[in-house]
């Protein structure tokens, strides 16, 4: 199955913005020429005032710097909204669709969108905003959300969007690690019939972050508290204000958002990306890997609160004119029948989504899919984690009935846009191979454990050679974490944290996280996240968390967890701690196995070896590897033996 090779269809050979040939010179000439190729795909964007520099880098410790487009001035929010009022200002820009079909629609033209955004950008600064504040957004997949992330660019304040499904601790600590002291939020947002309660999650936050004003849009109406001089209500702040702003002018380095994601240490991290470069990279990866033509119905599934949702919901398409679905639900409800419901209803050419949502719609059979017609369908996209060849066949031939390409879209919130990617009218797809690498992307693998530079055929460590202008330029608060988090192991590359292979024909296998991240639901986790909220529970005196296979989310969270002497290592408590992790970071982050060990694998000098635990998590007993160096090997039979039936 893995060997099996998609050519590129014809009816897309012949079509497609870039072809077999077209990709191989623009590649050659992005890597030779990076200067003249970027100065060219930089006319794709209205400078206010035209850049001086188009390349300055380096990533050696010594002259360690970052900057593309220097000089340049732009408005990114002017680039996605002003510049079509002329020529598509009636064309739809959002087809909102609720979470429940019954709801009504939204539909929000160019011209609309730009007034709210407008209006909303006029808002933010009655409340106090200006240009360089954080503000903190906290909001379901609705219209606002993108009107909220516009209006912050519209007037240079730099948002930091918090996934609605996080907790008010997790929300806490981003609002105070980025001294955000504005929130936009919603009364409640609603997932698969279930309402998520933002507003009071919001109160939570508050109590431990310093907040001066919280913004809640009205969304299902309930009836939440509001704190006297501290809240205003969405709809109240909005009344009266202009839907004219101008655009603030913005230098190409300008800070742009501010997006946590979580590491292989420590707390989450405030990847920080600029405004210029990520213009640039975030609208030519959208048109060439999507072969996107204005106006097309374009769907990316993913949310709001992740990098896909920035880069290809709210920035990238409508950069590129796209008229685009924005979905507030999920693909289950009402029932395994909705994705293509909706795909239906709009008529959507292109569609995007990740594999854990792929894989749990295939188990449920096919008739959801084939009582739907998809025949607007063109082409398909995945992103988030590899995608398993069973899924990616399913996704081609049952989805995409095998007339439509798939772009298996491999990038990081780090990158900005996509790094390896077929392109569909030039790249032969292989199922499971996120291919080759897009224009100016020069990866490399090294040696895991030398560094050293391994050529043709082989795998290890996933790096890039040079900066590419959606590169993150620092870690908010931070430059040194920058640093050390990707430059310091492999000194002079930038180092992705995965590990990948290379096959004879130059196609690149991601073949997962080789640092201590797991990927949840193509979600990033820090294993040292979970660890730490479990040990604040004070029955616990250590935990070592790893990944685990998952037949649906791709990695599941396998927590092993030593108590206080002469705790009761009961199901209760078993069940309280799942919770607990549950509460203190979200849903996502639920451990899905939780194993007492009175001891864990340690060395003499204290250190866990999770190479052993993750064998255990994957029931891979027979490998567990040399157990002689550990300070008690007793341990490892015990954790074998009461590993939990999974
Ligand atoms: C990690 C980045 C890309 C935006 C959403 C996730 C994994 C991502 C693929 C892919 C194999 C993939 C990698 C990467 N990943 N896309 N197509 N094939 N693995 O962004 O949360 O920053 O996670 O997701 O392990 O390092 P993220």
New binding site residues.
């Given amino acids: 199955m893995s060997d099996a090779l998609f050519p590129v269809p014809e009816d897309w050979a012949g079509s497609a913005k870039i072809d077999r040939e077209t990709y191989e010179q623009k590649y050659r000439r992005s890597i030779e020429d990076p200067e003249g190729f970027w100065r060219e795909e930089a006319q794709r964007i209205d400078w206010i005032a035209p850049f001086d520099t188009v390349k300055d880098t380096s990533f050696d410790r010594d002259d360690f710097h970052i900057s593309w487009f220097t000089g340049g001035k732009l408005n990114i929010c002017a680039n996605a909204l002003d510049r079509h009022l002329d020529t598509r200002g009636d064309q739809v820009a959002i087809l909102w669709e609720p979470d429940d079909p019954s709801s009504p629609d939204r539909k929000l033209t160019y011209r609309e969108l730009h007034a709210e955004v407008c209006r909303f950008a006029n808002a933010l600064k009655a409340n106090g905003v200006s240009k360089g504040d954080r503000v903190t957004i906290y909001l379901p997949m609705v219209p606002e959300a993108a009107i909220a992330m516009l209006a912050c660019a519209r007037i240079g304040a730099v948002h930091s969007v918090v996934f609605a499904g996080f907790s008010p601790d997790a929300l806490a600590g981003r609002i105070e690690d980025c001294q955000s002291t504005i929130v936009v939020t919603a009364d409640e947002g609603l997932r698969g019939g279930k309402t998520i309660p933002l507003k009071a999650n919001v109160d939570a936050a508050c109590e431990k972050a310093h907040v001066d004003t919280v913004i809640v849009l009205e969304h299902t109406g309930a009836n939440v508290p509001m704190v006297d001089g501290r809240d205003v209500s969405w709809a109240d702040t909005v009344a009266g204000q202009s839907a004219d702003c101008e655009p603030e002018v913005m230098d190409a380095e300008d800070p742009l958002f501010i997006l946590y994601?979580?590491g292989s240490t420590g707390k989450p991290k405030g990847v920080l990306h600029t405004t210029g470069g990520y213009a640039v990279w975030t609208s030519m990866t959208h048109e060439y890997v999507f072969d996107y033509r204005p106006g097309q119905v374009y769907w990316c599934a993913?949310d709001v609160g992740?990098?896909?949702g920035h880069s290809y919901v709210v920035y990238a398409p409508f950069m590129n004119g796209a008229t685009q679905v924005m979905f507030e639900g999920v693909p289950n409800f009402p029932d395994h029948s909705r994705f293509w419901q909706v795909v239906d209803k709009y008529a959507v050419e292109i569609f995007y989504a990740?594999p854990t949502a792929l894989r749990a719609l295939m188990r449920e059979g096919d008739e959801y899919v084939t009582q739907t017609s998809r025949k607007s369908l063109r082409l398909l996209g995945?992103?988030?984690?590899?995608?398993n060849p069973e899924a990616w066949d399913w996704y081609h031939r049952v989805v995409g009935e095998r007339r439509c390409p798939i772009v298996?879209?491999?990038?990081?919130?780090?990158?900005g846009g996509?790094m390896?990617?077929p392109l569909p009218g030039a790249t032969d797809l292989k199922p499971g191979s996120?291919s080759k690498p897009m224009f100016g992307v020069k990866p490399a693998v090294l040696d895991p454990e030398k560094g050293t530079v391994l050529e043709g055929a082989t795998s290890g460590a996933l790096v890039i050679t040079d900066s590419w202008p959606g590169q993150m330029r620092t870690v908010y608060g931070d430059h040194q974490r920058f640093f050390d988090t990707y430059f310091s192991q492999y000194p002079g590359y930038y180092f992705?944290?995965?590990g990948c292979r290379r096959d004879e024909d130059g196609y690149y296998w991601?073949t997962?996280?080789i640092d201590d991240?797991i990927?949840v639901s193509?979600?990033?986790m820090g294993t040292a996240e979970v660890e730490s909220a479990l040990v604040e529970h004070h029955l616990v005196a250590e935990a070592a968390v790893v990944g685990m296979p998952h037949d649906i989310k791709g990695q599941g969270i396998y927590a092993y967890v030593t108590t206080n002497a002469g705790t009761e290592d009961s199901e209760e408590l078993r069940m309280e701690l799942v919770q607990w992790v549950r509460k203190e970071i979200g849903p996502i982050a639920t451990p899905d196995v939780l194993q007492f060990a009175p001891g864990l694998p340690k060395t003499r000098s204290g250190k866990i070896m999770r190479r052993i635990l993750r064998k255990i998590a994957e029931n891979d007993m027979s490998n567990l590897g040399d157990t002689s160096t550990l300070a008690d090997p007793g341990v490892v039979d015990d954790l074998v033996a009461n590993r939990p039936q999974t």
């Fill in positions: 994601t979580s993913a992740w990098v896909t990740a995945s992103v988030g984690e590899p995608i298996d879209t491999w990038w990081q919130t780090e990158t996509a390896i990617t996120a992705t944290g995965d991601i997962g996280r991240v990927n193509g979600h990033r």
